[in-house]
């Protein structure tokens, strides 16, 4: 059973690497994802999300099941970037925090979807915006790393909340261990990367 992790989970600082196979127990796990990020009204949710060292997100920029298009992007690579413009951004592993972020307004990206069709597409908007967010995902990166700095003093006591919450789990859950996380994600990466 997967769950969203939430900051400061180490997980989320990790740097996926590209996939090499898929099979029917990836494929449940995004199914599995999917109905997470439906669950708690996301339009992107990446792997690193739910503690799995994966280069792959899912995405329907609906959020909603029975609307929109559900596209999964496996190893995207982004290029082409152009524009900018600051946004307000939310991340379902900071619940409840909000903040102006600037990203490139247009950007060509390459992955493949489940089926190993590719995706080679110049996309804008929020498409864009969702894309660059879940990438950065990808590479340990949060949305949170990219706040202006008065955005960062707005954050902060947010920030420091959530610290102080994870760490009074991990003193009572074996699974948020440090070494129990590498072991959990070696294991992942042995098998599909
Ligand atoms: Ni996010």
Known sequence: M???????????RHK???IKRVDSQLRSVI?????????????????NQVNLPLRLFVANL???QDEGEEIVFINPVISRERG????EEGCLSLPGLYGFVRRSTSIRVNAFTLDGTEIDQEVS???????LHETDHLDGVLFIDRLSETG?????????????????QARRDPDLQPQNIEAHLREWEARYC
């Not at 997470?36 to 949710?45: F, P």
């Not at 900018?84 to 946004?87: D, G, L, Q, S």
């Not at 908007?125 to 894309?131: D, E, N, P, S």
């Open 2 to 12: 997967l769950k969203i992790i939430e900051f400061p989970h180490p997980t989320l």
């Open 16 to 18: 996926s690497k590209p």
């Open 31 to 47: 199914r599995e994802m999917f109905d997470l990020m439906y669950a708690a009204n996301g339009i992107g949710l990446a792997a």
């Open 62 to 64: 609906a959020g909603k």
């Open 84 to 87: 900018n413009e600051e946004r």
């Open 125 to 131: 908007g929020m498409l864009a915006r969702m894309i």
């Open 152 to 168: 960062e003093i707005t954050a902060r006591d947010t920030i420091e909340t959530f610290k102080r919450n994870f760490e009074d």
